[in-house]
C-alpha cells in the first residue's frame, strides 16, 4: 500500500518534469528528474528523458551516462539506443573497437533483447509450463501425446534455465557495472596511480571507460580499443 | 555647365581678398549679385582659358571663363552674397551662394597670410621646433555618442597659421573597434580660411572617414600625427637691404599630434528579432526570380536585393529557405555602396544559382530580415514576396522515355536529432529491484515444484492402493471360487439343480473377473479368450473353461438332469480352476 502511495506521489513530478521539457526548460526537467531519482524511484523511461535533456542542453557526459544507464535496464529500446548513437557521436574521442567474435556478439544481443526482469518472468513462465507438461508426459494414456509432452517439457525446462541465466546477467550488468563514462572535459590517463606516472594519452568528455582495478583515488581503465592506464577516481562517474 | 562663386569664407576688416566666378562655357550676360557689404576695389576683370586635349584621336575641348573682382570688407559681420547669374545660349544659369564672415582686425597679425611658394628657401635646417597655438590637428566627430554599428563620420583637420609648405610622415590614427570607410575629399591644395575663437586659421581636411562601432562600450580613436614642413621668417641677423625686403625664409619641422578622441558606443537594445542580421540603418530588402518557369535541370537565379542606408557592407545577408531538394548554390553577393558624409548608402546584391532537379512547383517562403532603425530606434521587420518556381519536365530526351536521366537519390537526411522523451507508461519501481532474485521469483519455483510433487504423490499413491486391491482380488480368486463351489455342492447334496447351476456359474465368473482385473459387467466369452491367450494359456485349458461355461449355461435351462451329471460337472469345474490357478500365478 505504501509503495502504491509513493509512486503516485512521484508520478505528478515526472509530468511536471515532462511539461517542463516540453516548453524547452531543459534544466528545469533536469532537476525534476533528478529529484525522481533521488526519491529512490528509478524506471528505463526517467533516465532516456533525463539523458534527452542534458543532451538538449549540451551536456553530453551526464546524457551519455543516462543514456547508458537507460539502455541496460530496457536494453530492447530502439529509442535509446538511437539517442545514444547519436550522442556518442558528438564525443571528441573516436576510439576503434576491438571486433568482438560474431557469435560472442549475437549472443550479446539476443540477451539484450529483454531486460533482467523480463527474462526473469520467461523464466519462471517457462519453468510452470515445463511442469505442466512432465505431468502430462507422466500421465498421458496416448502413446503420441507422451511423446510430444516429453520433448515439449524439456524445451520448455532448456529456456527456463537458460532465460534464468540470462535474467542473472542483466541484473548483474547493473549491480556490479564495470563501466563508467569520462565527466571532466580532458583527462590525463598515466601509467600508474600516482600524478607522476607516465602520460599514456588523453581521453575526452563522454567516452566510455572500463573500471578494471581500483586503488584508493584511482581507477585502473580499459578503453574500448584496449589500451589501459589509471585515471582520478572523480574524473569519470561510473554508470 | 557648371557656374560656381569662389571666396574665403573668413575675412579680416580692411583685408583684400578675391571673388570669382566661373563659368564653363562660352558665356553671355553676366549678373553680378549685390556687393553692397564690400567695397569693389577692381573689376569684374575677365579672362578666359581654353584648354584642347587630344585622347587616342578624340578631342574634348574645355573652356573656362572666370570673372574676378577685388574686395574690401569694411564692416564686421557675417554677410551672404546671393548668387550671381549669367545667360549661356539664351538659358540663365545660377551660380551657388556665398557666405564671407568678417572678423575684427588684430593688431600685430596678419603677416603670416602671404601666400609666396617662390619666396626664397634659405637655411634647410630641419629643425624641429613645438608647434603651439599656431599649428594644430583635430579629429573631429560628428557624434559622440552612437549606437553600435551607427555610423559617425570623422574628420582630420589641420589648423594653421604658419606657411606650410608640405606634410611628412603622416600617422592615420588606429580605428581600433571600428569598421570604416573612407569618404573622398578634394585633394588639399590651399588652405581655407575659418573663424576659429576669433581667430583666422588657416584650415584643410586631410581626410575623412565613416566609421561604424563594431562593439559597444567606450571606444578611443587614437591620435593622429604628422610633421609639417613650416616656412619661417628668420629675423634680426643679416640686415641687408635685400634681406628686408624679400624677407629670409627657412624650413621648419614641426611635429605635431591630435588629442584621442572618445566615443561612447550604445549596445543595440536587447530583443532583437530572429532574423536579426546585423543591421543598422534602414533598409528595404527585394527578392526576384530571373524565370518563373524553367525546365528541370536548368538554372534560375534568386536576386536578393538589401537596399538602404546603413553598414550593408558588414550585416549578414539574409537567409533563405529553400525546399530541401532544391540544388542551391553558394550565393555570390556584390556591394554597390557610395559613402558619404551622409553615411553609407547603397544596395547589397546576393544571387543564389538554383537548379530544380524534379519537376513540380517550388515555394521560395519570404525573406524576413530584421535591422535596427535609427529614426525610429526600434527594430523592424521587412520581408520581401513569396515567389513560386515552375519546374517542367525536360523535353526530347527519348532515350528515357522522357524520364529523368540522372541516379535516383536517398531520402536526403536534412537534420538529425535524438527520438523524443517517453511521455508516458512509466512504469516506477524502487531502484535496484529487481525480480530476479525477489522472494516471489524463488517461490515460483518451489511452489511450482511443490505442487508438481505433490500430486506426483497423491497419484502414485492412489495407483499403488488400486493396484494392491487387484493383487489382493488375484490372490483371494482361488479362496473365493472354491468358496462359491463349495455353496453349489450344498446345493449339489440338496439336488437342487437350479440353485447349483448358478452358484457355480457365478464362481466361474467371478474367478475370472478377479484372476484377469476385469469387472464381472464385462465379461463375455470372447474377452476372457482374448485376455487368456495374452496371458498364454494353453489353448486346451481355454477351451475347457469356455466348455465349462457353455455346458453350465445349458445344463441350468435343460429340462432331463441328472444328479450324477451334477456330481461330474462340480468335479470337473474344480479341477479346472485348480489348473487355471497353476497357469496364471
Known amino acids: 500500500m505504501s509503495l502504491q502511495a509513493g509512486a503516485r506521489q512521484v508520478h505528478p513530478l515526472v509530468d511536471s518534469a515532462n511539461q517542463q521539457y516540453q516548453n524547452g526548460h531543459y534544466h528545469q526537467a533536469i532537476e525534476l528528474y533528478s529529484q525522481v531519482l533521488a526519491a529512490g524511484k528509478e524506471a528505463p523511461g526517467i533516465y532516456y528523458n533525463l539523458a534527452n535533456a542534458y543532451y538538449k542542453s549540451n551536456q553530453l557526459a551526464p546524457a551519455i551516462l543516462n543514456y547508458e544507464r537507460a539502455r541496460l535496464r530496457d536494453p530492447g529500446n530502439e529509442d535509446i539506443r538511437h539517442n545514444l548513437k547519436l550522442a556518442r557521436q558528438q564525443i571528441t574521442d573516436r576510439i576503434e573497437k576491438i571486433p568482438e567474435f560474431f557469435l560472442t556478439r549475437w549472443f550479446r544481443q539476443f540477451i539484450n533483447l529483454f531486460s533482467s526482469d523480463q527474462w526473469a518472468y520467461i523464466s519462471m513462465a517457462t519453468f510452470l509450463a515445463f511442469l505442466l507438461l512432465f505431468s502430462l508426459y507422466l500421465y498421458a494414456g496416448r502413446l503420441a501425446l507422451k511423446k510430444g509432452a516429453f520433448w515439449s517439457s524439456i524445451l520448455t525446462l532448456a529456456i527456463a534455465v537458460s532465460s534464468f541465466a540470462f535474467s542473472l546477467q542483466q541484473k548483474q550488468d547493473i549491480v556490479r557495472s564495470q563501466e563508467a563514462i569520462v565527466f571532466d572535459a580532458k583527462v590525463t590517463v598515466r601509467s600508474s596511480p600516482d600524478e607522476s606516472g607516465t602520460e599514456l594519452f588523453v581521453i575526452h568528455e563522454g567516452t566510455k571507460v572500463y573500471i578494471e582495478d581500483r586503488v584508493s583515488e584511482w581507477y585502473e581503465i580499459e578503453l574500448t580499443d584496449g589500451s589501459q592506464g589509471w585515471l582520478k577516481r572523480q574524473s569519470v562517474e561510473p554508470i | ?585
Not at chain 2, 54 to 65: E, L
Not at chain 2, 247 to 260: C, I, K
Request: charged fraction near 25%; charge should be positive.
Open chain 2, 1 to 585: 555647365m557648371d557656374f560656381t562663386a569662389k571666396a574665403p569664407n573668413v575675412v579680416r576688416q580692411g583685408q583684400q581678398f578675391r571673388l570669382t566666378y566661373t563659368v564653363n562655357s562660352q558665356a553671355g550676360d553676366f549678373n553680378p549679385p549685390d556687393l553692397s557689404p564690400f567695397d569693389v576695389l577692381a573689376g569684374p576683370s575677365t579672362s578666359s582659358s581654353t584648354n584642347v586635349s587630344i585622347i587616342n584621336g578624340k578631342m574634348t575641348r574645355k573652356y573656362r571663363q572666370t570673372y574676378t573682382y577685388v574686395l574690401q570688407a569694411s564692416e564686421t559681420g557675417k554677410y551672404t552674397l546671393s548668387p550671381a547669374q549669367v545667360e549661356v545660349d539664351g538659358q540663365t544659369y545660377q551660380s551657388n551662394a556665398l557666405t564671407i564672415e568678417v572678423i575684427k582686425q588684430k593688431q600685430g597679425s596678419g603677416g603670416q597670410k602671404q601666400s609666396s611658394p617662390s619666396q626664397a628657401q634659405k637655411g634647410k635646417t630641419k629643425e624641429v621646433q613645438a608647434p603651439g597655438d599656431d599649428l594644430f590637428v583635430k579629429v573631429l566627430v560628428d557624434k559622440d555618442r552612437v549606437y553600435q554599428a551607427e555610423p559617425l563620420v570623422a574628420t582630420i583637420k589641420l589648423y594653421s597659421k604658419l606657411n606650410i609648405s608640405g606634410l611628412e610622415n603622416v600617422k592615420f590614427p588606429a580605428f581600433e573597434g571600428f569598421y570604416k570607410q573612407e569618404i573622398e575629399t578634394p585633394t588639399l591644395r590651399q588652405l581655407e580660411k575659418e573663424n576659429v575663437n576669433g581667430q583666422i586659421y588657416g584650415t584643410g581636411i586631410l581626410k575623412k572617414y565613416l566609421l561604424f562601432p563594431q562593439k559597444s562600450g567606450q571606444l578611443t580613436i587614437g591620435s593622429f600625427q604628422v610633421d609639417c614642413i613650416v616656412q619661417k621668417k628668420v629675423e634680426g641677423k643679416s640686415r641687408s637691404i635685400f634681406d628686408d625686403f624679400f624677407g629670409s625664409y627657412r624650413n621648419v619641422r614641426m611635429s605635431v599630434e591630435s588629442e584621442p578622441v572618445g566615443v561612447q558606443v550604445r549596445p543595440l537594445p536587447s530583443g532583437a528579432p530572429r532574423h536579426f542580421s546585423g543591421g543598422v540603418g534602414s533598409f528595404q530588402i527585394d527578392a526576384k526570380l530571373d524565370k518563373q518557369q524553367v525546365k528541370v535541370n536548368e538554372g534560375v537565379s534568386l536576386t536578393l536585393e538589401v537596399s538602404g542606408r546603413g553598414n550593408l557592407k558588414v550585416m549578414d545577408h539574409p537567409s533563405v529557405e529553400f525546399a530541401p531538394d532544391l540544388e542551391v548554390y553558394d550565393p555570390k553577393v556584390s556591394n554597390n555602396i557610395e559613402v558619404s558624409q551622409r553615411g553609407a548608402r547603397g544596395t547589397k546584391t546576393i544571387e543564389y544559382l538554383i537548379i530544380p532537379r524534379h519537376a513540380g512547383e517550388y515555394r521560395i517562403p519570404p525573406v524576413r530580415m530584421s535591422y535596427f532603425d535609427l529614426d525610429q530606434q526600434a527594430y523592424l521587420t521587412r520581408q520581401t514576396e513569396p515567389l513560386t518556381l515552375q519546374a517542367k519536365p525536360a523535353a526530347g530526351d527519348t532515350t528515357t522515355g522522357g524520364r529523368r536521366s540522372y541516379a535516383r537519390q536517398d531520402v536526403s537526411i536534412i537534420g538529425s536529432d535524438i527520438r523524443y522523451i517517453q511521455t508516458d507508461g512509466f512504469d516506477l519501481k524502487e531502484k535496484n529491484t529487481f525480480v530476479f532474485g525477489s522472494p516471489g521469483f524463488y517461490l515460483t519455483y518451489a511452489g511450482g515444484l511443490a505442487a508438481f510433487f505433490v500430486v506426483l504423490f497423491f497419484r502414485r499413491r492412489k495407483a499403488k492402493e488400486s493396484a494392491d486391491l487387484a493383487l489382493l482380488k488375484q490372490r483371494k480368486a482361488n479362496k473365493f471360487a472354491r468358496k462359491r463351489l463349495k455353496a453349489a455342492s450344498r446345493y449339489l447334496k440338496q439336488d437342487n439343480k437350479d440353485q447349483f447351476y448358478e452358484e457355480t456359474l457365478k464362481a466361474l465368473w467371478g474367478y475370472m473377473s478377479d484372476k484377469l482385473g476385469i469387472p464381472i459387467a464385462d465379461l463375455s466369452r470372447d474377452h476372457v479368450r482374448g485376455k487368456l491367450q495374452e496371458r498364454e494359456i494353453p489353448e486346451e485349458l481355454i477351451s475347457r473353461f469356455v466348455d465349462l461355461i457353455d455346458n453350465c449355461e445349458y445344463a441350468r435351462y435343460a429340462p432331463a438332469s441328472q444328479s450324477g451329471g451334477m456330481e461330474q460337472f462340480y468335479r470337473e469345474a474344480l479341477s479346472t480352476i485348480t489348473a487355471l490357478q497353476q497357469k496364471l500365478k
